[in-house]
């Protein structure tokens, strides 16, 4: 039983620690595809990835459940909104922001995540994921502290902070739908709205990819599709409160992403920053194992 309820509590953290991993492989992708392609066509080919591998399987969902009903087709939608309005805003912030600067904005998502947590949904946020939530951006800030010029381009701070609040309001807005959330389902619908929205946009500034570069935009739509399907299974266990001090763990991505596609190596700050994200999601990791015991143990007695 102690097994169980273990492996149980992992299940959260494990998820979304792999969709993060997911989105960095993707952002690869992306800046890969950037030189060549716009916005709207590399968002365009991946949502149509996405609606091939998600859309059968969500349709057997549908039908298996009689229908969907207003309430949560309303949901699915807004949750479509967020996330495309995440990946545009962040697209115009690394656009007119140094990279540095883009990445702290972002890294303040988990405390806009866990803020929004107790004031939409009610649940309690514990001092604790505060505290490592708090530590995890000192390693952020430590990492990236060269790199800051605060320098930007006052409407790219604004996306990233646009972008920023979208992907917290995405976490709460999937805890919304709750344990029931049919996850293709949850995939094919922001899928289908992305080609309807952003699809005319791409149609004016197509550029005919070459075969290695249909390759990478269908790999983009692989890894966008799986990356949202970690995410909806993840929060789906596990509360976002509980989930968002792992964000952090995209700047390990990063710095391994770097060294190994674009041979860029991280320096003593950077180390040290990764370092303390390290120890801040591992110290999380334990105090929430700690936190789900004794509950269990409560539930028990």
Same mark, same amino acid.
Do not use: D, H, N
């Given at each position: 039983m102690g097994n169980v309820t273990a492996r149980g509590s992992l299940l959260g953290p494990l998820l979304i620690i792999l969709a993060i991993a997911l989105f960095s492989a993707n952002d690869v992708a992306m800046k890969l595809l950037s030189s060549g392609h716009s916005a709207s066509q590399v968002i365009t080919w991946r949502c149509t990835v996405a609606l091939l591998l998600m859309g059968p399987p969500a349709a057997v969902q549908i039908i298996r459940a009689g229908?969907? &009903?207003?309430? +949560? @087709? +309303?949901?699915q939608l807004i949750r479509g909104a967020l996330i495309h309005c995440s990946g545009l805003t962040f697209f115009v912030a690394f656009a007119r922001l140094p990279l540095f600067d883009a990445y702290v904005v972002f890294f303040s998502a988990?405390?806009?995540t866990l803020a929004l947590v107790r004031?939409? %949904? =009610? *649940?309690?946020? &514990?001092?604790?994921?505060?505290?490592? $939530? /708090? %530590?995890?951006f000192a390693g952020v800030a430590l990492a %990236?502290?060269? =790199? @800051?010029? =605060?320098r930007g381009d006052v409407v790219g701070y604004l996306a990233a902070g646009a972008g920023t609040f979208a992907y917290?309001?995405?976490?709460?807005? /999937?805890?919304?739908?709750?344990? *029931?959330? +049919?996850?293709? *389902?949850g995939m094919a619908i922001? $899928?289908? @709205?992305? #080609? #309807?929205?952003i699809g005319p946009f791409a149609a004016v500034d197509w550029t005919m990819p070459t075969l290695p570069d249909a390759g990478l935009l269908s790999l983009t =739509? /692989? @890894?966008?599709a799986a990356g949202n399907l970690a995410l909806a299974a993840a929060i789906r266990v596990? &509360?976002?409160? +509980?989930l968002a001090p792992y964000d952090f763990t995209a700047m390990l991505w990063a710095v391994i992403y770097d060294a190994v596609f674009f041979a860029t190596f991280p320096g003593a700050l950077e180390l040290a920053g990764a370092g303390v994200v390290l120890a801040a999601c591992l110290g999380h990791a334990r105090s929430d194992a700690i936190t789900e015991s004794r509950r269990a143990g409560a539930k028990r007695a």
């Open positions: 229908g969907m &009903s207003r309430a +949560r @087709l +309303r949901l988990p405390f806009v004031l939409m %949904l =009610g *649940e309690r946020v &514990s001092r604790a994921a505060w505290g490592w $939530a /708090t %530590l995890g %990236l502290a060269q =790199g @800051l010029s =605060g917290a309001m995405l976490m709460v807005v /999937t805890r919304r739908l709750g344990s *029931e959330t +049919r996850l293709a *389902e922001p $899928a289908l @709205l992305g #080609i #309807i929205a =739509g /692989t @890894l966008w596990a &509360s976002p409160a +509980r």
